[in-house]
């Protein structure tokens, strides 16, 4: 009963077979192993994107800081939404490496920014102001801290905002292969033809050991990317092993195939936990990711039993104060199974309380 | 014939084997996995230092710059050899982690820093001068980039020097494992009782995939370097990945047998070579690195047979206009065999040129 | 007519008279001029405290990011109101000083924090979890930026909850001799006795070319701040110009004298304007500053008049959507004259519209 | 007796004058003072450069480190003599303000870098590879940190090695008044004609209060240079007067007449001190700065008399070892005097010792 996060699995059988598999002889290091060429020509075509330049690094913050410092100064404003992940979960990653950039909020339901709140913010912005920090760049993630679900649409109507303004737009895509997988798109759609022009394709979560692609969709960056990740220390000299994880992962669509398995397993949750009238659900949910509301004594019972998820702070709803009751995240995963599923379900048919 | 580095190899089974008995399950991220305590625990007793606090990275460059940023200023002077890691090979990431401290560089032969030349820049720097930078720290390299040896008492001379101006003491140790088995001290020895603060312990280029602890003798600067660390990217989420290959590197002495045995290819190398006239030997070999010049003519016909190994500028000897014959870099790993080795050396029984 | 800052005024002729008897001989620089050791011992008997660092800077962005900067590490949160100065009109310049800290807006009304909204913060704040930036630093204002007072009791119950928490505070005092004056509490109780930690003591605002004092009451912290102002290219070596000034300035009072001459005369504006029943005065007025609301009209021909002054986003106001109709920010200076206002007065008894 | 430096002067009388006529009404702030546009288009002939573009700091620390970073990344090396400015007297504010770029030392005699050791540093940088540095940009300074003279064909021999390597080039003229009248250029002879891409003109130290300007001939880095100076904290809202004096200084060729007597004095010293057998005389003076040995003994006598002047740490000469022998740095000013010389001199016909 572990919901507390997707990346507190393992990996599936393939990507330690595809370890034991590149681990043969001596390859040359630092990004320059064939199974990344492999990698990079796979994704371009799974992309429909030709010139897309693909790197890769360890962690989601690594990936999202390194993405942003490449594509805006240090005296940019990158806006997101109040609850994302380079805001609130990465100790400062994106104004380290960006040299103090300033995150700026742009307001929106369920996680997602609405359009109007980022058109706002920036004719508000004091462009060719210099006491003001300058516009920079949009950040996005998908799906949404709040497990919600950005179609197509919706980010191709706040990139478009953010292209008018001349601002390049960064998706955070921790959970882009669930996302994916619910919306039902392709990549193409989902990230370059939506108004992407650098996206960060968490593998982590979604089944690998700590592996994150960084695409950027504008190919002129790609130098200067590359000298920020080994500046940064990301660059790895055995990187065969994370270029073979990767490919094992898109090889016979593996990826889209665990991504799948979690958001069906979050369906299923999803499903019993609907028919509990303590519980109340919060936010749509997009893909593997749910929150929740039910009451204390329910908690402390569940924890007791050894379930295993987060609670959020009581500010994370958007409107907390309208409800004191804190917010239960529950997160599947590729190794997420039914039984697992049915027996967290159960025990809410036992009274709450230890 | 693969010896461009010992970072192009792969890693032994026992490691595989690791990875694979750490993927059951559900696990802690973020360095909470069992693992990792029992790592702490191994290392802490191995290096009898009960106190010490460790945290594991995937690269040197991570490793070495984070372990300078929680010990050295922004406006601190660190003292290093001009050959060294961090002067010449990680693009500025220690500038960049510091805040932009500045690297001086301290003279000396054979890639070691000479005493006198410390305590004379020491002596010279403008303590308390507010126009100059402040003296910061002192880095050092053991094995050295020339591949030489420092041997505890070394380490202890320079330390001593350190601790006398109140400067703290870094080592990188990418080959500490080598250099450790080659002076056949204990671990203890070559770190804090020969005055190391703060100790990058290389696992990768000697059989992990991408896993560096560092290990801080002086517990008080831990916080801060976890937040350093989670700022840089560099807290892996599935840590138990990490913690589980360094376990089963130090259990058993994998880490030892492993370095001896890269050390004992380079000794069976060096023997070959140095019966070669043509083959001049730069440097003392310190453990599984090797410099030498030879002319040409021979260089062109050992690549051309598929031998691989790196070609230094020609400044990299300490008194480069000697002779302009570039300097060619071999290193043993331990995977390295003595077939390998052999057959490098009979290219050397073949005419020179292509 | 022009009541667009304080900062467009001249300095008063005592000033010049200080420049000029500043300028025989050679004196030496970079602060070691006997006017800074007079300065340094004035402001320490006027702030009643003996143990007090005091260095000068040429603006009030420099100022308050040097002292943000020696006192919050780089993975701080500075706490503020969201139209607090460091927030909106420095291009990132805390940022940048501190190498990326998190300026986290805290509510309240008429450009003063609540205390609740500071202590739910604060509360809220992840300290000693990784992923989080740690609580850092409290930055006040004062005058707000809403032109508001905050007297010395309201300072002393913010300040006291950022101790309660372990943070320093620090308080921008661009126009604190305007509040200081206002209040009639004495520098002490403005500063250190109510809390503050290091206070950006202004007086280019206030009658000076281009002087900020910053007044370290925690002296532990001067060396590193006198470190970051010469790395930050802000140690004048010709420093005896500025020593000169803040002497001229302090001596015989001159400074509340300017301040409270500046503070009459916005009195006197503001009574006017509460005469004419198309103004709406915003804000509750503590010093120098007024806001206001009238019609668009009125500003084109106020403007076609020639009176200057600034018109703030809609969004100043801690309500804007109540009403669309922009603020006007009026500011007197240490120069402005009963006639200036009076003119500027009687500009609306005529018709509004070019 | 005053010979520390020139920054230890006061103004001369036209520039208080200056600051008195500037100091009349409400003028508009940060740099939209109708003196700053007159001192543009002044400045602008002078240079006969009609498209660059003028900004004014107040520091000659700030002026270099902005000029750095506004043309140089944070991977960029700078080549610079290991003497220059930049290197050894502003405590790291290049690496601040460009967020940890290199400074790479070029060897040459007479503060001067040769032309060769700079092909050299070029050819062997590691261009293109991720793990080095990348090349940034040249800083050359003019006058000497030895106070020797670059001729306009000096400058012009190394910037179009730079040029030739893709690099822009950057002058600190900290004394280029000083420089230009030695040489008999013109200022566009000095600067862009001979290469210079970003100017860095000193005023402080030729009779201005805290005055430089960067005269950037590149003007598409004007915006991002002016965002650095607000980040930096380095625009002045009372810029009026600033521009005031730097257009006193430039009207009526005031600056070189300044200049021209500060070089003149240096002249006198130096043939003074040329008759005294015990001085030597290092380095070809250049313009305003003499550096010579004399015997300890005379050292002691002279500063128990009055005499103020910089005693060099050994090491500054090109082969300190010859001469263990402190050196004097000596530095006129415009308001030297014939008697302050003579005065001087005439303590050499005195007998050594205290």
Chains 1, 2, 3, 4 share one sequence.
Request: charged fraction near 20%; hydrophobic fraction near 45%.
């Amino acid at each position: 009963m572990y919901l507390a996060s997707d990346n507190t699995s393992g990996v599936p059988g393939q990507i330690l077979a595809a370890l034991a598999a590149a681990n043969a002889g001596f390859v040359p290091g630092y990004g320059a192993d064939p199974a990344m060429d492999s990698l990079r020509t796979q994704l371009r075509a799974l992309f429909e994107a030709p010139a897309a330049e693909v790197f890769l690094v360890t962690t989601g913050s690594a990936a999202n800081a390194l993405a942003l410092a490449s594509h805006c100064p240090p005296w940019g404003a990158i806006y997101c939404h109040r609850l994302a992940h380079i805001e609130v979960d990465e100790c400062g990653a994106p104004e380290f490496f960006t040299g103090g950039a300033k995150l700026v909020h742009v307001a929106g339901r369920n996680g997602m920014m609405s359009a109007q709140a980022l058109e706002a913010a920036l004719r508000s912005a004091g462009r060719g102001v210099v006491h003001n920090v300058q516009p920079g760049m949009l950040s996005l993630t998908n799906l949404t801290e709040c497990g919600t679900l950005m179609r197509p649409e919706d980010i191709a109507d706040l990139a478009a905002i953010a292209h008018h303004h001349g601002l390049p737009v960064h998706l955070d895509g921790a959970r882009f292969a669930n996302a994916l997988v619910a919306a039902g798109a392709t990549p193409a759609e989902m990230s370059w033809k939506a108004g992407v022009d650098v996206l960060c394709l968490g593998g982590t979560k979604n089944g690998l050991m700590g592996v994150e692609a960084v695409i950027l969709f504008d190919p002129a960056r790609a130098w200067e990317f590359v000298l920020r990740r080994k500046r940064g220390g990301h660059l790895m000299s055995k990187h065969r092993f994370m270029s073979a994880q990767m490919v094992g992962w898109i090889e016979g669509d593996l990826w889209r195939e665990l991504a799948g398995h979690a958001n069906a397993m979050a369906e299923r949750l999803e499903a019993g936990l609907a028919r509990q009238a303590e519980v109340e659900l919060i936010y749509p949910r997009g893909g593997n990711m749910i929150f929740a509301r039910w009451p204390e004594a329910r908690h402390a019972q569940l924890q007791a039993a050894g379930a295993q998820y987060f609670v959020m702070p009581a500010s994370q709803g958007d409107d907390p104060d309208d409800d004191p009751r804190a917010l239960a995240r529950l997160v599947t995963s590729w190794s997420t199974t039914d039984a697992q599923i049915d027996a967290f379900l159960a025990l809410f048919d036992r009274p709450a309380g230890r």
